[in-house]
């Protein structure tokens, strides 16, 4: 059974920063690709950031990146912007899977106070 588990999330105020973990278990961690999705108040989820590309919104300011010795991918965001809350999920995909993502995480709350 996949499991991918988000933590991490919490209020911040703007221009402070927050890092993002979700810990993945039942897959072959290093045979997945990793992303972060997020979905605000009254929005649609949106992407936000994989190992190749990152949402423009974000860029600069946001970092993915992963340790497959932990299973376990992280969202470093800098420059939090209140336009930034939302719940972050983590997801993930087979290696060539090329159908959307296949897994998602619980989500966790990212608050950004102005």
């Known amino acids: 059974q996949v499991q991918l588990v988000e933590s991490g999330g919490g209020l911040v105020q703007a221009g402070g920063s927050l890092r993002l973990s979700c810990a993945a278990s039942g897959l072959p961690f290093s045979s997945y690709a990793m992303g972060w999705f997020r979905q605000a108040p009254g929005k649609e989820r949106e992407f936000v950031a994989s190992r190749t590309s990152y949402a423009d919104s974000v860029k600069g300011r946001f970092t993915i990146s992963r340790d497959n010795s932990k299973n376990t991918v992280y969202l470093q965001m800098s420059s939090l912007k209140p336009e930034d809350t939302a719940v972050y999920y983590c997801?993930?995909?087979?290696?060539?899977?090329?159908?959307?993502?296949?897994?998602w995480g619980q989500g966790t709350q990212v608050t950004v106070s102005s």
């Open positions: 997801t993930a995909r087979e290696s060539g899977y090329n159908r959307g993502w296949q897994y």
